[in-house]
């Protein structure tokens, strides 16, 4: 789910990297070419002229710079069993906007979630994720559908995380487009996962991360730093309880991730809080679907009256 914070507005990014590196060489090249001319001049003129040209350098290879985040492979804590829960997503301020369910099926170590938002307004978020519980969670595959007036754009992404196969459909200007790229995927890709893994990480452990596919169209790797907040209190009719509250950061790399910092484009936090204990189980959820949307808020339904 969290995928969806970081779709769509990569693109944008995107547009001003090159830009950004064509510069950073222009800057280099013309300040290299201005030091020639006037290498005449004082020695003091010389040394701010070397300064200057260090803080390009630095500048550039700032921009430049790799992700340095590692991942992390979630063990299994809690082994995942049956279950189908109902759920409802709402604005911040309570209006609800579309109902969902979420259903999952174990055959031994191989486990398969459903989940599906189905909006007033006609609209479709349906994800299904295969994935492995044996010692780690290992995603097999997902299935992303979005559609309808409430994304800014549909979108339908299925990933073969065996082959690291990922094909994307998507509508741009009324034409249906397609692509199909090969990644090296790592042993830790979330994608669909997000829901599993908050409930089997240790919460004293100061942060976890986990790689998850985002379709921009184009297929790229993100990671995301899971980071606990602590325990915060809730209650469920008579019942108090506390839930481990984790925020969600979107971690984008290299030219791309210094862009989105530096242009103020980041993806926005997504917040979980999970009931802890035996028998972990998601409580609430705030963040956006899709990239430039509201913070909407998923939490369990109650169910009506006979």
Known sequence: MCSKGVNQFIDAIDACTQTALQTCRAALLDHGADYAH???????????????????????????????????AIPVRHTEGLMHGFLVLRTLEGKALADGQMTQDAQGDRVKTHL????????????????????????????LIQKGPSFKQPVD????????????????QGKEKIVAQRLDLPPDVANGLLFTLVKDIKPNVPQTTVSIVAATPKPRLVKLAILPQGEE???????RHKAMHYVVKAEIGGVT?????????????????????????FV??????Y???????????????F
């Open 257 to 281: 991730g210094f862009l989105a910092r530096l242009m103020g484009k980041q993806p926005a936090d997504t917040h979980v809080w999970v009931l802890g204990g035996e028998a972990p189980a």
């Open 233 to 239: 209190p809730f209650t469920i009719g008579s019942f």
């Open 116 to 143: 599906i938002f189905r909006f007033k307004d006609g609209s479709l978020y349906e994800d299904t994720a295969v994935y492995s519980q044996r010692g780690t969670f290992r995603l097999f595959s997902d299935h």
């Open 38 to 72: 006037h290498a005449f001049r004082k020695e003091r003129q010389h040394s701010d002229s070397r300064s200057s040209w260090i803080a390009i350098l630095l500048a550039c290879a700032a921009v430049l710079q790799p992700n340095a985040l590692l991942a992390d």
């Open 157 to 172: 992404t299925f990933i073969d995380a065996s082959t690291g196969q990922v094909k994307v459909h998507y509508n741009e």
């Open 291 to 305: 990239v430039g949307g509201p913070i909407w808020r998923i939490q369990l339904a109650s169910a009506g009256l």
């Open 284 to 289: 609430k959820l705030e963040g956006p679907l």
